[in-house]
């Protein structure tokens, strides 16, 4: 049975960091390219950031670019999303998403799994 299943959200006020986990498994996770989307009250899903199987080549958003680093650990099953200098207009429900080719699409029904997601709530 396939698992994503994301860890780390919680309450932070402006300019915080954190650190978001997602432990992966039931597929081979070190073939898969993983993403990170966000859903912010009343808004559709946004792609955040992607990271390729071997975790050398990664792409962010450009409003979280040069503050989110995506990283991934194969040994763990376990993909990572550092964000630093957090902003509250980036409180959202934050989903790992995995895919077998690079995405940078917002949607998760556009992948081939994805978790439940983990909650992140920035206040100013």
């Known amino acids: 049975q396939v698992q994503l299943v994301e860890s780390g959200g919680g309450l932070v006020q402006y300019v915080a960091s954190l650190r978001l986990s997602c432990t992966a498994s039931?597929?081979?996770?070190?073939?898969?390219?993983m993403s990170w989307l966000g859903q912010g009250p009343g808004k559709g899903s946004e792609w955040v950031s992607t990271?390729?199987?071997?975790?050398?080549?990664?792409g962010y958003a450009e409003s979280v670019r040069g503050r989110f680093t995506i990283s991934r650990d194969n040994a763990k099953n376990t993909l990572y999303l550092q964000m630093n200098s957090l902003k509250p207009e980036e409180t959202a429900r934050y989903y790992c998403?995995?895919?077998?080719?690079?995405?940078?699409?917002?949607?998760?029904?556009?992948?081939?799994?994805w978790g439940e997601g983990t909650q992140v709530t920035v206040s100013s």
């Open positions: 998403v995995a895919n077998t080719y690079y995405r940078s699409y917002g949607r998760r029904a556009g992948y081939d799994y």
């Open positions: 990271i390729d199987t071997g975790g050398v080549i990664t």
């Open positions: 039931g597929f081979t996770f070190s073939i898969y390219y």
